[in-house]
Protein backbone atom coordinates (compact mmCIF):
# COMPACT_ATOMS: atom_id res chain seq x y z
CA UNK A 1 0.00 0.00 0.00
CA UNK A 2 1.13 3.10 -1.27
CA UNK A 3 1.39 6.72 1.17
CA UNK A 4 -1.33 7.53 -1.10
CA UNK A 5 -3.45 4.84 -0.99
CA UNK A 6 -2.95 4.68 3.31
CA UNK A 7 -4.32 8.52 3.00
CA UNK A 8 -6.71 7.90 0.99
CA UNK A 9 -8.32 4.97 3.30
CA UNK A 10 -8.05 7.87 6.28
CA UNK A 11 -10.21 10.05 4.67
CA UNK A 12 -12.15 7.56 4.19
CA UNK A 13 -12.26 6.35 7.85
CA UNK A 14 -12.60 10.48 9.14
CA UNK A 15 -15.00 10.93 6.98
CA UNK A 16 -17.09 8.02 7.89
CA UNK A 17 -16.78 7.45 11.09
CA UNK A 18 -19.50 9.50 12.89
CA UNK A 19 -22.45 8.50 10.40
CA UNK A 20 -24.55 5.97 11.55
CA UNK A 21 -23.30 3.37 9.84
CA UNK A 22 -19.96 1.76 9.69
CA UNK A 23 -16.45 2.89 9.01
CA UNK A 24 -15.10 -0.59 8.68
CA UNK A 25 -17.91 -1.20 5.82
CA UNK A 26 -17.05 2.13 4.01
CA UNK A 27 -13.15 1.05 4.67
CA UNK A 28 -14.03 -2.21 2.93
CA UNK A 29 -16.10 -0.39 0.27
CA UNK A 30 -13.09 1.61 -0.54
CA UNK A 31 -10.71 -0.88 -0.99
CA UNK A 32 -13.06 -2.88 -3.43
CA UNK A 33 -13.68 0.28 -5.40
CA UNK A 34 -10.22 1.14 -5.40
CA UNK A 35 -8.89 -1.43 -5.91
CA UNK A 36 -6.38 -1.35 -2.76
CA UNK A 37 -5.31 -4.03 -0.72
CA UNK A 38 -4.77 -2.93 2.99
CA UNK A 39 -2.23 -4.64 5.03
CA UNK A 40 -5.12 -6.32 7.75
CA UNK A 41 -7.06 -5.64 10.40
CA UNK A 42 -3.30 -3.82 12.11
CA UNK A 43 -4.12 -1.09 9.18
CA UNK A 44 -7.62 -0.19 10.13
CA UNK A 45 -7.23 -0.54 14.03
CA UNK A 46 -4.31 2.29 13.21
CA UNK A 47 -7.15 4.45 11.59
CA UNK A 48 -9.41 3.60 14.42
CA UNK A 49 -6.24 4.63 16.55
CA UNK A 50 -6.04 8.07 14.98
CA UNK A 51 -9.59 8.68 14.83
CA UNK A 52 -9.81 8.24 18.33
CA UNK A 53 -6.39 10.85 18.66
CA UNK A 54 -8.46 13.47 16.89
CA UNK A 55 -11.55 13.07 18.89
CA UNK A 56 -8.94 13.64 21.93
CA UNK A 57 -7.11 16.14 20.52
CA UNK A 58 -10.65 18.05 19.48
CA UNK A 59 -12.70 17.78 22.91
CA UNK A 60 -9.35 18.00 25.17
CA UNK A 61 -10.74 21.00 27.13
CA UNK A 62 -13.93 19.23 27.41
CA UNK A 63 -12.44 15.71 28.55
CA UNK A 64 -10.07 17.68 31.10
CA UNK A 65 -13.10 19.61 32.22
CA UNK A 66 -14.94 16.58 33.00
CA UNK A 67 -11.91 14.50 34.73
CA UNK A 68 -11.65 17.62 37.03
CA UNK A 69 -14.72 17.81 37.84
CA UNK A 70 -14.70 14.85 39.91
CA UNK A 71 -12.39 16.21 42.13
CA UNK A 72 -13.21 20.19 41.91
CA UNK A 73 -16.51 19.78 40.82
CA UNK A 74 -19.64 20.50 43.00
CA UNK A 75 -21.90 17.37 43.95
CA UNK A 76 -24.66 16.82 41.32
CA UNK A 77 -23.06 19.41 38.73
CA UNK A 78 -23.34 18.72 34.90
CA UNK A 79 -20.28 17.22 34.69
CA UNK A 80 -19.97 15.11 37.53
CA UNK A 81 -22.99 13.93 35.89
CA UNK A 82 -21.96 13.63 32.76
CA UNK A 83 -18.83 11.36 33.92
CA UNK A 84 -21.06 8.80 35.94
CA UNK A 85 -22.98 8.68 32.80
CA UNK A 86 -20.24 7.82 30.50
CA UNK A 87 -19.04 5.62 33.14
CA UNK A 88 -22.46 3.52 33.83
CA UNK A 89 -23.19 4.20 29.66
CA UNK A 90 -19.99 1.77 29.06
CA UNK A 91 -20.70 -1.05 31.60
CA UNK A 92 -22.80 -2.78 29.38
CA UNK A 93 -20.58 -3.02 26.24
CA UNK A 94 -17.66 -3.93 28.53
CA UNK A 95 -19.81 -6.66 30.16
CA UNK A 96 -21.10 -7.93 26.80
CA UNK A 97 -17.02 -7.80 25.60
CA UNK A 98 -15.99 -9.52 28.42
CA UNK A 99 -19.10 -12.44 28.36
CA UNK A 100 -18.46 -12.88 23.99
CA UNK A 101 -14.67 -12.36 24.35
CA UNK A 102 -14.57 -15.97 22.59
CA UNK A 103 -16.82 -15.24 19.96
CA UNK A 104 -15.60 -11.86 19.16
Do not use: C, D, N
Not at 4 to 19: D, K, P, R, S, Y
Not at 48 to 74: D, E, K, P
Amino acid sequence: MTIIQAVIMGVIQGLTEFLPVSSSGHLVIGEELLGLRTPGVTFEIWLHLGTLLAVLIYFRSRIIGLIQSLWRGREGSAERTTVWALIIGTLPAVVVGFTLKSAI
